[in-house]
Nanobody, 126 residues
Framework: QVQLVESGGGLVQAGGSLRLSCAAS????????MGWFRQGPGKEREFVAA????????YYADAVKGRFTISGGNAKNTVLLQMNSLKPEDTAVYYC???????????????????WGQGTQVTVSS
């Protein structure tokens, strides 16, 4: 069973930066999209950003557009999330996700993704 392994979470002050990374455990794993969801305290889980490997097409939630950048890592099936200008409302557990099917150009629903990481905590203090 393929696992997604996240790293890079932590505590940062408002205005600071963090970079999350995620890698699939199997080199032969083939995904169409990889990305990130998050769940803040008392909130529902929400889409953050994703990358479609074909054409390296990236897309973002409005709440993070202009502050977060998603990109592919050097290794296959590795994805990075650079988070700048962090705000206290960005505090959440961040989950790496991967899809092996492609239903449409942008996959923003939880049900689009069959593979989920365990999550990494990001805390932004004010």
């Amino acid at each position: 069973q393929v696992q997604l392994v996240e790293s890079g979470g932590g505590l940062v002050q408002a205005g600071g930066s963090l970079r999350l990374s995620c890698a699939a455990s199997e080199r032969t794993f083939s995904s169409t999209h990889m990305g990130w969801f998050r769940q803040g305290p008392g909130k529902e889980r929400e889409f953050v950003a994703a990358i479609r490997w074909s054409a390296r097409f990236t897309y973002y939630a409005d709440a993070v557009k202009g502050r977060f950048t998603i990109s592919g890592g050097n290794a296959k099936n590795t994805v990075l999330l650079q988070m700048n200008s962090l705000k206290p409302e960005d505090t959440a557990v961040y989950y790496c996700v991967a899809a092996t099917q492609e239903y449409r150009l942008r996959l923003g629903a939880e049900s689009d993704y069959a593979y989920w990481g365990q999550g990494t905590q990001v805390t932004v203090s004010s």
